[in-house]
């Protein structure tokens, strides 16, 4: 895997008898090895569908950094995009949030003469790992509805899409809708396949879930899939370029 992939593995790989060894820097311990099950879990899951956030992770797993020196390393590791410090800040909030990282003192700001402090962070593990047992109860979006779809719709609208008359909108709406009721017939069965994963990166295992939702479902259901694919791409693309964004390449 990569610098920031995070290995999860299932409840029948782990042994139950695991023994935690803690390495001491700071004012705190951090924990060789750590398993993550039900909501700590799937929270973990959510959070490092950042790509930014993983990269903090990893990093916090070396040493203990502050949010400057984040922000710097950040900007090494991704120069086309621009970190601000109250960015970097919400991103430790939400790896806080489920357990992968804490604070773990403090330190002078600046060049170190200063009397201002700066809370310093280090990750809580060496290693985590993420029951996928628990992935399957991963929260959904909610059952396809047409009221649903209509906020998507309203989303859209607003980033500038041209959805602005009542037929179209009413029309985007009712196909998003089934679009989304037919992939989610084949969600069980995808679940299902991918319990026998004993390792898999959080964002392999969103990939392969929509992708087994789709090539599980019946040959009926699967063609008309398809067909309302293409409809729901069309309608969108053509309100993209309605709405006088640049054209798509």
Not at 44 to 49: D, I, P
Not at 135 to 146: C, F, L, Y
């Amino acid at each position: 895997m990569g610098d920031g992939a995070i290995p999860l593995i299932s409840h029948s790989d782990s042994d139950s008898s695991l023994r935690r060894v803690f390495l001491t820097d700071g004012q705190r311990e951090t924990e060789a090895i750590k398993i993550l099950t039900g909501a700590d879990a799937l929270a973990a899951l959510h959070a490092l569908a950042d790509e930014s956030r993983r990269r903090i992770l990893h990093a916090l797993r070396a040493r203990r950094m502050s949010t400057s020196e984040l922000v710097e390393f950040l900007d090494k590791q991704e120069p086309d995009k621009e970190f601000k410090p109250q960015t970097v800040r919400y991103h430790l909030k939400e790896l806080e949030r489920c357990g992968l990282i804490q604070q773990d003192g403090y330190e002078p700001s600046g060049n170190g003469d200063s009397h201002i402090m700066t809370k310093l962070w280090r990750a809580t593990a060496e290693s985590v790992f993420i029951a996928t047992e628990t992935t399957r109860i991963t929260p959904e979006k909610g059952e396809p509805s047409i009221e649903r779809s209509m906020d998507i719709v309203e989303t859209l609208k607003r980033l500038g899409f041209d959805i602005s008359s009542k037929e179209t909108l009413d029309e985007t709406a009712k196909v998003f809708t089934e679009w989304e009721q037919l992939w989610s017939k084949g969600r069980s069965r995808a679940q299902e396949i991918l319990r026998g994963v004993s390792e898999i990166d959080p964002d392999v295992y969103v990939t392969l879930k929509r992708v087994l939702s789709v090539i599980s479902l019946a040959d009926g259901d699967y063609e008309r899939y398809w067909e309302v694919s293409h409809r729901v791409s069309d309608l969108l693309r053509n309100a993209y370029h309605a709405g006088g964004n640049p054209d798509v390449y």
